[in-house]
């Protein structure tokens, strides 16, 4: 399910499919082959058109599908509030420069949030999204290869599906503990440096952010609330409201 991939804000710009005259933001680095369920979202707006046409943006069933995805996984619930429009246009070269690369330092993740308006403890928060989902081995290979604070026998059990070279669309799970189960694994797996991604290990490799790494490995409700509390406030960057975009009508293009 779509959790992020989004830039300008909460306005379904990444749904927009290529057309002859428009490149979107399905092909940014941080979004091709990564995420997907887009074909979920189709079904669901369809469902909502035959009974309520022109009502439910996609912007709306993105962060609704968000919230449920999570608690149908074991996470937390949270008031989603709506009423968001949908963008006409999306930006290429803005995913490719805002969305969080998997090689930031942990000066980078901080600095790429916070341009975004999130702190540090809401990003380490909202990184904890990665107890479920994959990535491609394009993105952690180097760092199985060449990094030194990645567990031993963690690497070696990744390359057999990631090679030194080859093999770029492979998967493997952000957390190998639980893939399909929204806890604090993740946070847990980091300590014991068995973070997939570079971006990943950097919460917890000797800096700022150790401590809130450590609070919610040894406290899942503590960051279950956090975790819920930042969506929410996801959800609330710079929407589409009013007269501002529209509601599409099919998800992938506009009206």
């Known amino acids: ?21 428009f490149t979107g ?5 941080a979004n091709n082959n990564s995420v997907r369920g887009y074909e979920v979202i189709d079904k669901i707006k369809s469902h909502l058109e035959n009974s309520c046409p022109g009502v439910m943006s996609c912007a709306d069933i993105l962060a609704v599908a968000a919230r449920d995805s999570v608690v ?7 008031r989603v509030l709506l009423g968001r429009r949908d963008s006409t246009t999306a930006s290429l070269s803005t995913a490719n420069s ?9 000066s980078g993740l901080i600095s790429a949030f916070s341009d975004k308006g999130f702190t540090a403890k809401e990003m380490v928060a909202l990184s904890g999204s990665h107890t479920i989902g994959q990535a491609q081995c394009l993105f952690f290979r180097t760092r199985l290869y ?5 567990n031993a026998t963690f690497a070696t059990s990744l390359k057999e599906n990631c090679p030194s070279s080859g093999g770029d669309n492979n998967l493997s799970p952000l957390d190998t503990t639980s893939p399909t189960y929204f806890d604090n694994a993740y946070f847990k797996n980091l300590q014991t440096q068995k973070g997939l991604l570079h971006s990943d290990q950097q919460l917890f490799s000797g800096g700022s952010t150790d401590a809130q790494v450590n609070i919610y490995s040894s406290n899942s409700a503590t960051f279950m609330t956090d975790f819920a509390n930042a969506m929410v406030k996801m959800g609330n960057l710079s929407p589409l409201t009013g007269s501002s975009g529209q509601v599409r009508k099919n998800c992938r293009k506009v009206n």
């Open 146 to 150: 060449n990094e030194n604070d990645i």
């Open 25 to 29: 933001e399905k092909t940014a680095g």
């Open 72 to 78: 149908a996984l074991g996470g937390p619930s949270w």
């Open 98 to 106: 805002d969305l969080p690369s998997p090689t930031l330092s942990l």
């Open 1 to 21: 399910m779509i959790l992020s991939g989004q830039t300008g804000g909460c306005d379904a710009s990444i749904l927009l499919d290529d057309t002859a005259n």
